[in-house]
C-alpha cells in the first residue's frame, strides 16, 4: 500500500466516523423532542382520566348528599310522631 492510499483509506475511516457520530447526534437531537411529546401525551391521558373520576366522585357525592337528608328526615318524622 502506498502512502497516498493509506492517507486516502485513514481519511476515509475519519469520513465514515464522522458519518456515524453525526447520525448519533442527529437521533440524539431529536430524542428529547419525541420524549416531550411522550410525556405530554401522558399526561393528557392522566388529565382526561382524573377528569372523568372527579365527575364520578361528584355524582356520588351527589347521591350520598340526598341520601343524608332522605334518612334524616325519615329519623326527624319518626322522632316527632313519637
Known sequence: MSYESSKRY???NRYICFLRSFKKLHTLRFLPFQDVDRKNQQT?????RQGTQLVELENLYKQEQVLRK???NTIEGKLELV
Open 44 to 48: 393528557a391521558e392522566i388529565l382526561k
Open 70 to 72: 332522605r334518612y334524616y
Open 10 to 12: 485513514e481519511m476515509y
